[in-house]
Nanobody
Framework: QVQLVESGGGLVQAGGSLRLSCAAS????????MAWYRQPPGKQRESVGR???????VYEDSVKGRFAISRDNARNTAYLQMNNLESEDTAVYSC?????????????WGQGTQVTVSS
């Protein structure tokens, strides 16, 4: 079993910053791509960006230049640094992680953490 624990959400004023964490634990061989998604109120879930196990990152246009994804492979943890937050960034943020269990790849979701940006 694999567990993902997210933390770091909260309420912040527009222009402020938050840092989210997503930590994977349990029984697995290795973690590959760690991705961040968000679901704004009343909307469908959308991609924010992702990071591969060798550190390559990809971002959606809406967050480029403001958000940064990093990871600590020793801790199987991904981070989402969010700067210059806007009200449109208000959403539930979730991580999705690809895990190799020795036989196949499995994908797991975190429980989600609320980010609210006040204008």
């Amino acid at each position: 079993q694999v567990q993902l624990v997210e933390s770091g959400g909260g309420l912040v004023q527009a222009g402020g910053s938050l840092r989210l964490s997503c930590a994977a634990s349990g029984t697995f061989v290795r973690v590959n791509t760690m991705a961040w998604y968000r679901q704004p109120p009343g909307k469908q879930r959308e991609s924010v960006g992702r990071i591969t196990d060798d550190g390559n990152t990809v971002y959606e246009d809406s967050v480029k230049g403001r958000f940064a994804i990093s990871r600590d492979n020793a801790r199987n943890t991904a981070y989402l640094q969010m700067n210059n937050l806007e009200s449109e960034d208000t959403a539930v943020y979730s991580c999705n992680v690809a895990v190799w269990n020795g036989r196949n790849w499995r994908y797991y979701w975190g429980q989600g953490t609320q980010v609210t940006v006040s204008s």
